[in-house]
């Protein structure tokens, strides 16, 4: 095998591949792929407006709820190609709204398969929201390191549904999306829906049937431990907007404010800032509508 020096780099803490920065057990987009997208012009056509949306789509994981946020703008895709755009004030804002969202990420974590995950779901009337994460190594009574976030319009027979069968609904698909995480090991589920707290107890399928039964029947594959716990609870803030973003209510942004990278302790707090506040890595002003939950 054969390695040219000029490619190669050892004995680093911190790494830029591929348009993200992966070190100290976490993974950010690079500073050069977020400024280019934060300064992306508006397209023109339906072809430049493709490549735009890919462009964002390759970090849509740091994107919470991405696909509801830039619905008006696919919905612009069905044009050909070479055809002028007309924009409209709601494209002009989902595409403003798309880079704002680039310019204050949500730190993520890389997953650590030696310990215990933990899934976080909650439903509204309009979405489903689910995060993924692991108690920090370091303080593992602390706010918890997020994996990956995940977002779901409810169609509109699925908001006719109760909100039992809602919170439910959540929790498949989020395991669903995670499958990759969960599948095989034990991990705890936190909800806020009390009545579900008896989803692990021994059941008889015979008796529950239609859709609960078919999705209590996929949850028996996945060993978890349900946890109830508040819906103001600082674990349940990220899942919670992420049921309702996109869909004009007044909820906050969430982000994760972590102290500069390299650090053999990492000095994290759980943030929740109204739209009007940036959040950012390092120190932060203290303002009135700042809320910082250790």
Request: glycine letters at 6%; hydrophobic letters at 40%; proline letters at 6%.
């Amino acid at each position: 095998m054969l390695l040219n020096p000029e490619k190669c780099t050892f004995g680093v803490r911190r790494i830029e591949f591929l348009g993200h920065v992966i070190g100290e057990g976490m993974l950010s987009i690079s500073d050069a792929r977020r400024e280019a997208l934060i300064n992306t012009p508006k397209p023109t056509t339906v072809t430049m407006l493709r490549k735009a949306l890919g462009a964002f789509s390759y970090v849509q994981r740091w994107i919470p709820g991405m696909a509801d946020i830039a619905k008006p703008l696919y919905d612009l895709l069905d044009k050909d190609g070479k055809k002028l755009l007309k924009w409209t004030p709601e494209t002009t804002a989902a595409f403003e709204r798309l880079k704002k969202q680039v310019a204050r990420p949500p730190a993520l974590y890389l997953p650590d398969f030696t310990r215990r995950f933990v899934l976080v779901t909650d439903a509204s009337t309009v979405g489903t929201g689910a995060m993924l994460a692991q108690p920090d190594r370091f303080k593992p009574d602390g706010p918890l390191n997020p994996v990956a976030f995940f977002h779901h319009t409810l169609s509109s027979s699925e908001r006719n549904y109760s909100t039992t069968d809602r919170e439910l609904l959540a929790i498949v698909l989020a395991v669903k999306k995670f499958r990759v995480y969960l599948a095989g090991k034990r991990f705890d589920l936190i909800t806020d829906h009390r009545a579900l707290s008896w989803i692990n107890e021994s059941l008889d399928l015979n008796d529950v049937g239609g859709r609960r039964g078919r999705w209590l029947e996929f949850l028996q594959q996945y060993p978890f431990d349900p946890i109830h716990r508040a819906g103001k609870s600082p674990e349940l803030a990220m899942a919670d907007y992420l049921s309702r973003v996109g869909h004009g209510e007044q909820v906050a942004t969430l982000c994760m404010a972590t102290s500069t990278l390299g650090q053999a302790e990492s000095d994290s707090a759980l943030i929740v800032l109204t739209e009007s506040f940036p959040c950012w890595r390092g120190k932060m002003s203290m303002t009135p509508k700042c809320i910082v939950q250790r």
